[in-house]
């Protein structure tokens, strides 16, 4: 049974692992299953509505499975104002071309849900990387807000706590650019809930097509 990893930044080496790897505008190969969006980390005022362009043009293709990741981070340099604008427009091609959006955040959760409630987006949302604790997992996924789980799973405690309260449904794994395969991930979750990690394949697999497959 195949390990979906829903955000990457390399090609995995197992057969089994299907992958969606995170592009950004100014990427060549785009032959492998992927997602496409402006971080902002990499914000360029003169170049954000060039990006867009393409962005919008990858977004019809097949391989494409996704917008982002795309976001708001409050310990950067760039313009905050500005983050959100751009996260904005991708939101709009989101909903324009059907495809889920993959979030990046940091100490901006609450800007985020408010995005959402003013949004009402039809496209799922999913916060990637997620690390928090549980009061702020039961309020994303309150506003519906579908959590990915990374590397960080494997060796922090708190972490383990929040993944062993969340309902199969709500999760989605990925590896982001650690130096692990996915499967070690899954073995870690199944581990925490207690489970076979054929049963968590099921989950995940489920949750997948739900969200990624039209």
Same mark, same amino acid.
């Given at each position: 049974?195949?390990?979906?990893? /829903?955000?990457?930044?390399?090609?995995?080496?197992?057969?089994? /692992?299907?992958?969606?790897?995170?592009?950004?505008?100014?990427? %060549?190969?785009?032959?492998?299953?992927?997602?496409?969006?402006?971080?902002? &980390?990499?914000?360029?005022?003169?170049?954000?509505?060039?990006? %867009?362009?393409?962005?919008?043009?990858?977004?019809?293709?097949?391989?494409?499975?996704?917008?982002?990741?795309?976001?708001?981070?409050?310990?950067? =340099?760039?313009?905050?104002?500005?983050?959100?604008? /751009?996260?904005?427009?991708? /939101?709009?091609?989101?909903?324009?071309?059907?495809?889920?959006?993959? #979030?990046?955040?940091?100490?901006?959760?609450?800007?985020?849900? =408010?995005?959402?409630?003013?949004?009402?987006?039809?496209?799922? &949302?999913?916060?990637?990387?997620?690390?928090?604790? %549980?009061? %702020?997992?039961?309020?994303?996924?309150?506003?519906? #807000?579908?959590?990915?789980?990374?590397?960080?799973? #494997?060796?922090?405690?708190?972490?383990?706590?929040?993944?062993?309260?969340?309902?199969?449904?709500?999760?989605?794994?990925?590896?982001?650019? =650690?130096? #692990?395969?996915?499967?070690?991930?899954?073995?870690?979750?199944?581990?925490?809930?207690?489970?076979?990690?054929?049963?968590?394949?099921?989950?995940?697999?489920?949750?997948?097509?739900?969200?990624?497959?039209?």
């Amino acid at each position: 049974m195949v390990f979906f990893d /829903v955000h990457t930044h390399k090609k995995s080496s197992l057969e089994c /692992v299907f992958s969606i790897e995170n592009k950004y505008p100014n990427a %060549l190969d785009f032959t492998l299953p992927f997602s496409i969006g402006i971080h902002p &980390w990499f914000i360029n005022e003169n170049t954000i509505e060039k990006e %867009l362009l393409i962005i919008e043009e990858k977004l019809q293709q097949e391989k494409c499975f996704a917008i982002g990741e795309c976001g708001l981070d409050k310990v950067i =340099a760039v313009d905050f104002e500005i983050q959100k604008n /751009v996260f904005k427009k991708q /939101v709009q091609l989101s909903e324009k071309y059907k495809k889920p959006m993959l #979030i990046h955040c940091v100490k901006a959760f609450q800007e985020i849900i =408010a995005f959402k409630k003013e949004i009402q987006p039809t496209q799922v &949302w999913i916060l990637h990387g997620f690390c928090k604790n %549980l009061q %702020l997992a039961k309020s994303l996924l309150k506003n519906g #807000i579908i959590l990915s789980f990374g590397a960080e799973i #494997i060796n922090n405690k708190k972490l383990q706590e929040v993944v062993l309260e969340i309902p199969l449904p709500l999760i989605l794994l990925e590896t982001d650019s =650690a130096a #692990i395969e996915i499967t070690a991930i899954y073995n870690k979750v199944a581990e925490i809930k207690k489970m076979e990690v054929a049963a968590l394949q099921k989950e995940v697999k489920q949750n997948f097509k739900t969200i990624f497959i039209k």
